[in-house]
């Protein structure tokens, strides 16, 4: 919820700098928060690698130890092929989604380049 509130924000921020009269200002608004988005979200990556410590090897009480799980794990486990695909095709949809909208918004509807933003948030789910 915090991306998509962050994303909402950038989008704002970058529709009320850049005025988007022409169709290559529009491009250049897209590229930016594209290039924004995922600059912050390479931060955040950055982040999380740099502080999120791997757990030790752990020793019960009767003396013995558990390791890691490997990396093929989850590949041999057949709810990994169920969940998987499932997640990846519900953020299409709503990428996908909210892509167009932004579209909808201002050649259908001909609101100001201002309201994509705020429509975008309104009605795209979370």
């Not at 608004?29 to 999120?52: K, M, N, R």
């Not at 090897?57 to 989850?74: C, E, F, P, Q, T």
Request: aromatic share 16%; glycine share 4%.
């Amino acid at each position: 919820m915090v991306v998509n509130l962050s994303l909402y924000a950038v989008a704002l921020i970058v529709f009320s700098v850049i005025n988007g009269k022409t169709h290559d200002d529009v491009e250049n608004q897209y590229c930016w928060i594209a290039y924004l988005s995922i600059f912050i979200g390479c931060c955040f990556v950055g982040v999380f690698h740099l502080a999120t410590k791997e757990p030790r090897l752990k020793v019960d009480v009767h003396g013995m130890v558990h390791a890691r799980i490997s990396w093929d794990y989850w590949f041999k486990r057949i709810l990994y092929y169920h969940v998987g695909p499932v997640y990846v095709l519900t953020r299409l949809v709503l990428n996908v989604s909210q892509a167009y909208l932004a579209f909808f918004v201002i050649n259908d509807l001909q609101m100001a380049q201002s309201a994509k933003a705020l429509v975008i948030y309104k009605f795209c789910p979370f």
